[in-house]
């Protein structure tokens, strides 16, 4: 052996005490790149337990042998088919009985009476835009006045058809015109109670005044038309 090559060996086992390998993690290869042989013993014995259960070839994994051993769930049944929306006739039910006959007095009555309404409606929202309100606070300002004791937003809501955050905007802009006023509820602190003030009683009694008086003057025709509806009705029924 050389000078040169018994150096170079002496400077790999010195490098090899001061930086020593780390063990490899897998048991299957070793440091050095090299396969190391484990045993028969030292395997798993749950390994060698399905393959004897399950009569597999020595190739087979676990994996495929318990599923042989195990076919798995059972198919659960099909659900029955959805039946079939039914179909529907135009149909108009009056007093519980169909009918789908439909006279020209029919709608003439029908007419006359939404004729009766839209004519009062738009009197409606005249005089209330005269008094600087619109439709809708005044209606408002009517549940108010109409309500036994302070409502809350939710009550408010239910009477006006709105939805609650719409009826939150329409309390504030009223608050700011001094019409109404919010208060807390004494038993539970988180609801809110809406009451009318003086100027709210002023305007509404006006506007109220205005309303009862148009009714007077046209409210017969309105009774009529609603009255030849229902008497339509009635005719169908006993028929």
Request: net charge positive.
């Amino acid at each position: 052996m050389c000078a040169g090559t018994r150096n170079r060996r002496a400077g790999q086992c010195a490098r090899a005490s001061r930086f020593p390998r780390r063990p490899s993690r897998n048991r299957y290869w070793g440091g050095f790149g090299k396969r190391r042989q484990v045993p028969s013993d030292a395997r798993a014995p749950a390994f060698r337990a399905v393959k004897v259960e399950a009569g597999a070839s020595a190739c087979q994994s676990p994996r495929k042998a318990r599923a042989k051993h195990h076919p798995g769930p059972r198919p659960q049944a099909l659900a029955p088919p959805i039946a079939a929306r039914p179909t529907y006739r135009d149909t108009i039910y009056l007093g519980g009985r169909p009918t789908d006959q439909l006279s020209a007095a029919d709608y003439q009555a029908l007419a006359e009476f939404r004729y009766q309404i839209r004519r009062f409606l738009r009197f409606s929202e005249d005089a209330t835009r005269q008094a600087g309100l619109e439709p809708v606070q005044h209606q408002l300002l009517l549940a108010l006045k109409a309500s036994a004791g302070e409502p809350t937003v939710g009550d408010l809501a239910e009477r006006l058809q709105l939805r609650h955050h719409s009826v939150v905007g329409l309390i504030d802009r009223l608050a700011e015109s001094g019409l109404v006023r919010r208060n807390r509820a004494e038993v539970d602190r988180r609801q809110v109670r809406v009451r009318l003030t003086a100027k709210g009683e002023t305007v509404l009694r006006k506007l109220s005044l205005d309303h009862r008086a148009e009714l007077g003057a046209t409210g017969s025709a309105l009774a009529a038309a609603l009255q030849a509806i229902l008497l339509r009705q009635t005719e169908c029924t006993t028929n």
